[in-house]
């Protein structure tokens, strides 16, 4: 499952990867709206990509997201499939010197496109914390509309999606 755009590269994790999103998730900042916690170590991150099952399981998952000019690995982007709600959620974390140039938005279209159109997703929903409006704002480029607003572990969140049609 390799996916392009016109400027990126889209692949799975490889457990090469680990350092890269292990740096990825130093930020703070990367991490401030997404609920999410540090990995331990390099070692850890390299564990959890190596038992990363997605991609064998549902024929989707995060993908690292590579600028084709010069290789620069950008963030990550791609489905998840939670079978608990028996959905699937688009999902994006990019370095903070890469926001605000539509990879996020590029990338995101790509994934959607494989989800919807190779693998017959009908619904894909995406999640921000209602203060992250970059990610609404994406969600917005993705044509997702809103469907409400919610609470978890203590913090505000928002529900778009997007339904294709049979």
Excluded at 55 to 73: H, P, S, W
Excluded at 83 to 92: C, H, L, R, S, T
Excluded at 109 to 136: F, H
Aim: proline share 2%; hydrophobic share 35%; with cysteine.
């Amino acid at each position: 499952m390799i996916l392009e755009t016109e400027r990126l590269i889209l692949r799975p994790f490889l457990p090469e990867d680990a350092e890269n999103m292990y740096a990825l998730n130093e930020d703070p900042e990367v991490l401030q709206y997404t609920g999410d916690v540090q990995f331990v170590d390099v070692e850890a991150t390299r564990v959890f990509l190596t038992n990363y099952d997605q991609y064998e399981k549902y024929a989707v998952g995060r993908l690292l997201v590579i600028r084709k000019e010069d290789q620069e690995i950008l963030g990550w982007c791609g489905l998840k499939y939670h079978p608990e709600e028996d959905e699937y959620d688009i999902g994006y974390r990019f370095f903070k010197k890469h926001w605000g140039k539509g990879y996020a938005t590029e990338s995101a279209i790509a994934s959607m496109d494989y989800g919807q159109n190779t693998l017959g997703i009908k619904r894909i929903v995406g999640r921000a914390r209602i203060e992250n409006s970059a990610s609404i704002g994406v969600f917005s480029k993705l044509n997702m509309h809103y469907v409400e607003d919610f609470e978890e572990d203590g913090q505000h969140w928002v529900l778009y999606a997007l339904e294709k049609s049979s």
